[in-house]
C-alpha cells in the first residue's frame, strides 16, 4: 500500500512538474530582463502573438508543432520542453526517494529554486537575488513546519557554505560571484550537513569543466573563458539531496 501511494505521489508529482516547469521557462525568461511573470500572458517571441491553451500543453505541444510557432513558424528552443521534463522528473524523483510525508516539501522546494537558478546563470552568468531570497525565506519556513529542531543545523550549514565560498570569492573575485556564495548559503539552509556533500561535487565538476576548457583552447584562453558556477552548485545540491546522507554517514563511519 505504501509504495502505491508513494507511487501515486510520485506521478502527481510528475504533473504538477510538467505545469510547474512551463512556469519556470516563464521565470528563466522575464526575471533576468525585469518583466512581469504575470502578464502579458504567453507569447511567441517572434511575432508576439499569444499562444493558445492548446498549443501551451507542457512537452506535448512542442512535439506537435515540431518546435515552431503555429503562427510564423519561428523556432521554439528545445529548452523550453527540456525544461518542463527535467522539472517532472525530478518532482517525481524526490518523492520516490523521501516519500509522501512531511519531509517531501524541503525537496520539492529546493528543485523548484535549482531549476531556474541554472538556467538564468547559463544564459546570463547571474544568478538574480529575487531567487536566492525566496529560498532563504521557504527553506526556513518548511523547516519550522515539519522539523524546527532541524534549523539550527541548518543555518550552520548555510553560514558554513556561504562562509566558503565567500573566501573563495574574495580570493580569487575573478573565478566565483556573490550570487554563487548566496547561493550556497541558501542550499545549506535547504541540505543541512548534506551541503558539504553539494559543495564537494560542485568544486569537482568545475574544476573538471575548467580543466577540459583549457586543455580544448590553452591554458591561456581557457582561463579567461567564463563559465558559470551556479550549474554546478545545482547538480552538487541534487547529489546531496538524493545521496547525501548517505555519502556523509559512509564518510563518517570511514573516516571519522
Partial sequence: MLLMTTGAGAAIAGVFGLLLGSFLNVVAYRL???????????HCPGCDTPIKPYDNVPVLSWLLLRGRCRSCRTTIAWRYPLVELVTALLLAAVVLSAGTGEDVWLGLAFVLLLVPVTVIDLDTRTIPNKLTLAGAIVAPAILLLTDPSALPEHLIAAAAAGGFL????LAYPGGMGMGDVK??????????????????????????????????????????TAIPFGPFLALGGLVALFAGEPLVDWYLNTFA
Avoid at 565567500?166 to 570569492?169: G, K, L, P, R
Fill in 183 to 224: 547561493l550556497a548559503f541558501v542550499m545549506g539552509l535547504f541540505l543541512g550537513r548534506d551541503v558539504g556533500v553539494a559543495m564537494f561535487v560542485a568544486l569537482i565538476a568545475g574544476t573538471l569543466v575548467g580543466a577540459l576548457v583549457m586543455a580544448r583552447k590553452g591554458t591561456k584562453e581557457g582561463r579567461k
Fill in 32 to 42: 533576468p530582463r525585469g518583466e512581469s511573470l504575470a502578464t502579458p500572458g504567453s
Fill in 166 to 169: 565567500f573566501v573563495a570569492a
